[in-house]
């Protein structure tokens, strides 16, 4: 009997000993992972940030530690050099990382015998040296700065893009002459910005460098205004396929009671809209199948006039071009999300 007390006793100790060891140091091991990954991914945000190259411009901020009479505020002059009152030398930052910058620092603190075996941190607080330039339809065309590594749609969504955008965008390469007269083949891209906002183009991950001219081009619109039920500006969803007189008249969901359909108008303008056509168009006729469809071009405007109003063609076509201002666009949306 004493025997089996004695037995009891060791095995309910050891029971407890291990009760207190997975209590005591679960959280431990818990903690200890959750360390791993943090150390895991620092590396990797590291390394992102530090791909910038610093160029002529830049303004660097510089610690030493302990030795604040050589840190500061630092802008890298034109030569691609950093100046510095402490260091006998300038030395060369453009095309250099922040970290080989730092190592360079290091080196030359050392060689000039000013501080043995320093700590030296740099980071850019304001980027000018490296930028693309953004034009077409876009909300916010001009300069953006190059921060870090940065894809073509990562700098179209920053400039953020006008309903009447088109389906086509090129990046041009800063190596480029000129814009007017670069060969797409040899320093452009033409990438679908339906496929690259979709995530279905691996040229989404396109990256873009100093001195590139990203263009969203303008898509094919069509105007319809009037007497119509829902007056504006039709984004073609084909460029090929085009649109007619009946399929424009129905984006804006038809024409209202008082409109007149038999003295419809079609304001035809040239690109430069330097010029214009006025074309008298029987909407009526063409609706009851006694005349054929009339085929739109791209920045045409049909004019459905008000019934009983006597105009002449020039005042309908003064009166469609007024309309067309400030007119809301349709279509870009579902294009987009069609592609």
């Known amino acids: 009997m004493a025997k089996s007390f004695g037995l009891c006793l060791k095995i309910a100790a050891g029971l407890s000993f291990a009760f207190v060891c997975t209590v005591l140091c679960a959280p431990a091991k818990a903690q200890t992972t959750a360390n791993d990954v943090a150390h895991s991914v620092k590396p990797a945000e590291a390394s992102a ?37 402490s260091l006998p030398n300038p030395l060369k930052a453009e095309g250099r990382t922040p970290m080989q910058l730092s190592k360079d620092l290091v ?19 304001e980027y000018h040296s490296q930028a693309v330039t953004v034009v077409g339809a876009v ?25 009447t955008a088109g389906n086509r965008v090129t990046v041009i390469s800063g190596n480029a002459d000129s814009f007017q007269n670069v060969n797409e083949g040899q320093s452009a891209q033409t990438l679908e910005l339906g496929k690259l906002m979709s995530g279905k183009d691996p040229s989404v991950s396109l990256e873009v460098h100093d001195g590139d001219v990203i263009n969203v081009a303008t898509a094919d619109v069509v105007y319809v205004v009037g007497a119509v039920t829902k007056p504006g500006g039709f984004v073609l969803q084909d460029r090929s396929a085009g649109v007619t007189a009946l399929q424009a008249i129905a984006l804006a969901e038809g024409m209202t009671s008082i409109a007149s359909a038999h003295s419809g108008l079609i304001i035809r303008r040239n690109k430069d809209g330097s010029a214009r056509e006025n074309i008298p168009i029987d909407l009526s006729k063409i609706m009851s199948g006694k005349h054929g469809d009339v085929q739109l071009d791209a920045n045409d405007i049909l004019f459905v006039p008000v019934s009983g109003a006597k105009q002449t063609l020039h005042v309908m076509g003064q009166a469609g071009m007024a309309a067309v201002n400030g007119v809301a666009f349709y279509g870009l949306g579902y294009r987009v999300a069609a592609l």
């Open 49 to 85: 940030a530090d791909d910038y190259r610093i160029g002529p411009g830049d303004v660097l901020g510089i610690g030493v530690t302990d030795a604040p009479e050589f840190s500061g505020r630092f802008r890298v002059n034109q030569s691609g050099f950093l100046v510095m009152t």
């Open 139 to 163: 909300a916010k065309p001009g300069l953006y700065p190059l921060q870090k590594r940065t894809t073509a749609i990562q700098v179209i969504s920053e400039a953020g893009l006008l309903p």
């Open 107 to 125: 080196s030359a603190l050392e060689d000039a015998k000013l501080y043995r075996d320093p700590t030296v941190n740099v980071f850019v607080e």
